[in-house]
């Protein structure tokens, strides 16, 4: 089954730092593409990183550029997303998402909630 | 960049009805297009690629149609479990390769 598992999520302080790890299975990780996407509480979908396979190619958004660092181990499986400097407006739900290959994600994990607050 | 906007944003129907979702592009996307449905505290699902392809596992009550800039998610009849929020996405060709979604559609029970 494929599958990607998120963790690393928590309260952290404006200002403070969190790394967020998706863990994959069920498929040959190193080919893929692979997308961080956030969702605030009550609100829509917001991308905010995208990797390549090799993990030579990276893309932020706007948002969060500067700030956050994707990575990734092919060889253990699993995605990476540094965050410093949070911000209360980075509070939401993280997603990884595997890039089909086509430009749109499937599957996507079940998220970790990043909750910056005082 | 490229704005999807989604209409309407609250869609009131009952079981076994129709439904019509629509996603308008501010500039042509051809048919790279996806749509996702999203439940109450789950993730997204990916129901349609590539604008009218079902992703693998989605009943056929689903479809989608269009290209350029409208788009449109049906889904024949409702069932109880389709009464969700539903996001439209594209992705840029270009650098930044970017996930662009819109705002969503919640489809609620009348």
């Known amino acids: 089954e494929v599958q990607l598992v998120e963790s690393g999520g928590g309260l952290v302080q404006p200002g403070g730092s969190l790394r967020l790890s998706c863990a994959a299975s069920?498929?040959?990780?190193?080919?893929?593409?692979m997308n961080w996407v956030r969702q605030a509480p009550g609100k829509g979908l917001e991308w905010v990183s995208y990797?390549?396979?090799?993990?030579?190619?990276?893309y932020y958004a706007d948002s969060v550029k500067g700030r956050f660092t994707i990575s990734r181990d092919n060889a253990k499986n699993s995605l990476y997303l540094q965050m410093n400097s949070l911000r209360a407006e980075d509070t939401a739900v993280y997603y990884c998402?595997?890039?089909?290959?086509?430009?749109?994600?499937?599957?996507w994990g079940q998220g970790t909630l990043v909750t910056v607050s005082s | 960049e490229i704005v999807l906007t989604q209409s309407p944003a609250t869609l009131s129907l009952s079981p076994g009805e129709r439904a019509t979702l629509s996603c308008r592009a501010s500039?042509?996307?051809?048919?790279?297009l996806a749509w996702y449905q999203q439940k109450p505290g789950q993730a997204p699902r990916l129901l349609i690629y590539?604008?009218?392809n079902r992703a693998t596992g989605i009943p056929a009550r689903f479809s989608g149609s269009g290209s350029g800039t409208d788009f449109t998610l049906t889904i024949s009849s409702l069932e109880p479990e389709d009464f969700a929020v539903y996001y439209c996405?594209?992705?840029?060709?270009?650098?930044?390769?970017?996930?662009?979604f819109g705002q969503g559609t919640k489809l609620e029970i009348k």
């Open positions: 998402a595997r890039d089909r290959g086509e430009g749109d994600g499937d599957p």
């Open positions: 069920g498929f040959t990780f190193s080919s893929y593409e």
């Open positions: 990797i390549s396979s090799s993990g030579s190619t990276i």
């Open positions: 500039q042509s996307v051809s048919s790279y």
């Open positions: 590539d604008a009218s």
């Open positions: 996405q594209q992705r840029s060709n270009w650098p930044p390769r970017m996930y662009t």
